[in-house]
């Protein structure tokens, strides 16, 4: 039995999953979803959270391009806080707690309120592949064909994927989920680079068991920072504190006694872990030197009687589990309603992939989320975006959209994962972005709306709002230009500086360190009309216009090099002066550009500058 008709079709209803067939539907394409049930759309498989620190930053810039996770995390958050709040405007990543029932009804209803977007229950066993080696479809396991002019893939960790609670192991995507078995031995069997990581999550306790009054509390912001550019207003109105507690001599004594038990260290498993969110016991062997740790303390909603003690992710057998657990202040007598595991799954080798996410030697084939060696939610949703918008683009026949390093977040993460490819699940930080200063939470919309309008992305409610939003910003920036200050209104505005000589305009003020807006509006009450969250993005905007002109600079040095176009069957062997070594590094990354070969590891300004001469040469022969 076949099902024609589509353009795209998306395998795996997660993060990534949902905004690739969102961003398809957007652009027009006729979309199938296919997943194992409906009731896994939007399913948040581990922590009860979106956003942090560069994850957050990626939420805003999904929402700037009109995706679906920043308003739905809104709509379903029951705690807001903006991290790294002391920080520079820059670092601050938005987070919030999520109530996990909310999350997934509301992605489900973004799903069925998208136009032209089917979803089929079904388990995929096999790619579809035309006589030219071109993807055109998946198969069921029943037997049917879904018929597709492009394939999007974005199975998570399901994925081949084996979970493990000590020495106990079974198949499965999460616990209570099957795992992508068969699609997984064609993936193996095939033209992909295949390797093996390892993620984990702690165990669920019973809310009503744990002693709240034993651990300490951790408030959300009294002012929320919301994800989407479109919230207005706090959608639930309770919002919740979460708890904090910590580990102690007694917790690491039970578990350095029983790693021999852990999957992990017993030898079970052979995939590779997120360095930067390890297991209980990575921490008591690798930090002998702390007595204890931190564990955050979750609910997983409003009404849920679940609560998720982040920072004790686990592979050790179940009765160890509860014996750790009630070791731990606040913890003495919680029950635990679903033991922790770790996960290891099938991921392919993201070199494999171009910009645009395509598998590069299966055309029509896209890949997004952790089966390219990344991790969370945040960075599952943004590659789903950009392998559904170019899925999409390509069923139409359209060239690819690609994001630059200086574009966004999103820009990194692709050009990291294409470019290095991955040794341990990717996780993102603001640290991996060169041009941070400018690529800040609070402008995403600025930086990337006006071009998903260009591309179809953005649709009519999104634009009236942001063109309005552009009016203001536009008009509030010059109404600061133009108001001037003298030393002693510099004075008032930002408290503690005495300062003589001429005067200066409020936006130049407003980049001074300590600078008040509440201040200048009491001075300057003409201001006001302009609104705070106005004149606080301007405030931003300020603190980093003396670093622009350089970060411009470097940006214009990095478009010069990535115009810069590499032939796509260039022989690096042929280049004399390049080291076998960093030919087998070239040959693998197949960078596109020659700004993209300059961010390979090895890869040496003489080695750039003898691949330049190559490609220059081979173009003067063959004119």
Known sequence: MKQFGFDVVVVGAGHAGCEAALAASRLGASVALVTFSRNDIGTMSCNPAIGGLGKGHLVREI????????????????????????????????????????????????????????????????????????????????????????????????????????????????????????????????????????????????????????????????????????????????QISCGITHTNGKTHEIIRENLHQSAMYGGMIDGIGPRYCPSIEDKVVRFTEKDSHQVFVEPEGLKSDLVYPNGISTSLPADIQIDYVRSIAGFERA???????????????????????????????????????????????????????NAARASSGVAGITFSRSDGYIGVLIDDLVTRGVSEPYRMFTSRAEYRLTLRADNADSRLTDFGRQIGLVKDPRWKKFAAKKDRLSTARSALKSTKLGPQAVSAVVPGLRINGPSRSAYDVLSLAGAEIAELFASYPHLKSHGYETVDQLQNEAVYSMYEA??????????????????????????????????????????????????IEGVTPAALTAILAHTRGRAKRSA
């Open 335 to 389: 029950k635990i309603a679903q033991p922790g595991y770790a996960i290891e799954y099938d991921y392919v080798d993201p070199r494999s992939l171009d910009r645009t996410l395509l598998f590069r030697s299966i055309p029509n084939l896209y890949l997004a989320g952790q089966i390219n060696g990344t991790t969370g939610y945040e960075e599952a949703g943004a590659q789903g975006l950009v392998a559904g918008l």
């Open 63 to 238: 929402d700037a391009l009109d995706g679906a996770m920043a308003r739905v995390a809104d709509a379903s958050g029951i705690q807001f806080r903006l991290l790294n709040r002391r920080k520079g405007p820059a670092v601050r990543g938005p987070r919030a707690q999520i109530d996990r029932d909310l999350y997934r009804v509301g992605m489900t209803r973004e799903i069925e309120n998208a136009l032209n977007l089917r979803v089929i229950e079904g388990e995929v066993v096999d790619l579809l592949v035309s006589s030219n080696e071109a993807a055109r479809g998946v198969l069921l396991s029943d037997g049917s064909e879904v018929d597709a002019k492009t394939v999007v893939l974005t199975v998570g960790t399901f994925l081949g994927g084996v979970i493990h609670i000590g020495n106990e192991r079974h198949a499965g995507g999460r616990m209570g989920a099957r795992s992508a078995k068969k699609l997984a031995e064609r993936i193996r069997s095939g033209a992909f680079a295949v390797g093996r990581l390892k993620t984990g999550t702690p165990p669920r306790l019973h809310r009503n068991t744990i002693n709240w009054a034993g651990i300490g509390s951790q408030p959300g912001d009294e002012q929320p920072t919301f994800f989407s550019f479109l919230t207005r207003g706090q959608p639930n109105a309770a």
């Open 550 to 599: 350089r970060q411009d600079r470097e940006i214009s040095a990095l478009e010069r090099d990535e115009a810069i176009l590499l032939p796509k069957d260039l022989d690096y062997r042929k280049i004399g002066s390049l080291s076998k070594e960093v030919c087998g590094k070239l040959e693998l990354a197949r960078p596109e550009t020659i700004a993209q070969a300059g961010r």
